[in-house]
C-alpha cells in the first residue's frame, strides 16, 4: 500500500505564490512517475505536473513557465512550486504515484489538499 500526504494549500493571491509537498513513496519497486493532479469544481481531475522515473517532467499547457514540478532524491518528497498565481488555479491539488507492476499499473492518490487564488 503506497500512502501519499500532501501540504502546503491554503490561500494565495493573485500574482502570488504557493509550495506544495507530498510525502511520497520512497523508491519502491515499480515506481514509474509521480505527479501532480488537480480537480475543479465542475470539472474533472487533469494533469498539472509530473515527473518520471526517467527524469523527464511535463507540464499543463495551461501552468508552464508559472509551475516547478521538483522531488527529492530518494522519491520521499515531490513538490510543487505554484507562482503567478491566477484564479483559474483554485481547485483542489492530488499528488500520484503511477506504479507498474507486473499484474498491471497502479494509481495512489493523497487525500488532496486544497488551493484558493483569490483577491
Known amino acids: 500500500q503506497v500512502q501519499l500526504v500532501e501540504s502546503g494549500g491554503g490561500l494565495g493571491q493573485p500574482g502570488g505564490s504557493l509550495r506544495l509537498s507530498c510525502e511520497g513513496p520512497?523508491?519502491?519497486?515499480?515506481?514509474?512517475?509521480m505527479g501532480w493532479y488537480r480537480q475543479a469544481p465542475g470539472k474533472q481531475r487533469e494533469l498539472v505536473a509530473r515527473?518520471?522515473?526517467?527524469?523527464?517532467?511535463d507540464y499543463a499547457g495551461s501552468v508552464e513557465g508559472r509551475f516547478i514540478m521538483s522531488r527529492d532524491y530518494s522519491w520521499n518528497r515531490v513538490y510543487l512550486q505554484m507562482n503567478n498565481l491566477i484564479p483559474e488555479d483554485t481547485a483542489v491539488y492530488y499528488c500520484?504515484?503511477?506504479?507498474?507492476?507486473?499484474?498491471?499499473?497502479?494509481?495512489?492518490w493523497g487525500q488532496g489538499t486544497q488551493v484558493t487564488v483569490t483577491s
Open positions: 500520484n504515484a503511477r506504479v507498474q507492476l507486473v499484474t498491471g499499473a497502479f494509481d495512489y
Open positions: 515527473i518520471t522515473k526517467g527524469g523527464n517532467t
Open positions: 520512497g523508491s519502491i519497486n515499480g515506481l514509474v512517475a
